[in-house]
């Protein structure tokens, strides 16, 4: 899609007048191409993943969808909290300082213990970042429960909860989680990435209303993505007219 207010890029042999301004594509860049989003890979570089976990048959977990009344949230120190957060998330000059910025405040106002940023590729889950309140805690032991992954890809936030006696599967018991939540990133029409949260052994309950607040974090990174986007792609499109200029004036 061109970029609002870009100039015409310089006419070539054989080009049509009524394209858009050409613009090189880079790796993880997003294609648009009819109803379908698609992500540019260039390379064979391989992701950092982590385990998926299935459910057991013998679980007590359930996935659910959060009910849009749990996602109101009225908490005075969460607005407030939630007003410094889109500060800090909306002054990201690149994606890993959004990524950044977005743990931050996810950790700080969800009431959860830890939080990733993950991307899913087809069946493999990558780790772009992780934040943890234990200082001891890396991204190596954090997995992800694969029907809530499933269940936020559809769009909506998730949530991993208890459902009586703990009787988990083998992985998610050797972890002690005992809830999670999924929100995803939404750049588009297309599920970009999600903010995984989870809690796990005598770490409290985490409340309900802390939903709302995940979810508004992750619709920021959304609108934060689309703009790094945007003005990654205005600053490339000028760098290839003005190469296709100087070719042009060489040719010349």
């Not at 070539?12 to 301004?21: I, V």
């Not at 599920?191 to 949260?197: A, P, S």
């Not at 945007?230 to 070719?247: F, G, Y």
Request: aromatic share 6%; net charge neutral; glycine share 8%.
């Amino acid at each position: 899609v061109p970029a609002r207010g870009a100039r015409p890029a310089p006419s070539l042999k054989g080009a049509n007048p009524g394209a858009a301004p050409p613009a090189a594509l880079l790796h993880d860049d997003m294609l648009r191409v009819g109803p379908w989003t698609l992500r540019v890979r260039i390379g064979a570089g391989v992701p950092r993943s982590g385990a998926t976990l299935h459910q057991s048959p013998l679980s007590t977990e359930r996935v659910e969808r959060v009910p849009e009344r749990e996602l109101a949230f009225v908490a005075q120190h969460r607005l407030n909290l939630l007003v410094e957060c889109s500060a800090a998330i909306n002054a990201a000059g690149s994606e890993p300082s959004l990524i950044a910025a977005a743990l931050d405040a996810a950790l700080a106002g969800s009431g959860y213990r830890r939080v990733a940023w993950l991307r899913q590729s087809g069946e493999v889950v990558e780790i772009l970042g992780f934040k943890s309140s234990a200082a001891h805690e890396s991204a190596d032991r954090f997995a992800f429960s694969q029907s809530l992954i499933r269940e936020a890809a559809a769009g909506q936030i998730a949530r991993l909860t208890e459902d009586g006696p703990i009787n988990y599967g083998q992985s998610i018991a050797s972890l002690g989680i005992h809830s999670a939540l999924c929100a995803p990133i939404v750049f588009g029409a297309a599920v970009v990435g999600f903010l995984y949260f989870d809690a796990r052994g005598v770490e409290s309950a985490v409340a309900p209303e802390a939903a709302g607040f995940c979810q508004a974090i992750a619709r920021m990174c959304g609108l934060a993505m689309a703009n790094l986007k945007r003005v990654d792609l205005e600053h490339r499109q000028r760098r290839l007219e003005a190469d296709l200029t100087a070719a042009r004036e060489a040719q010349q």
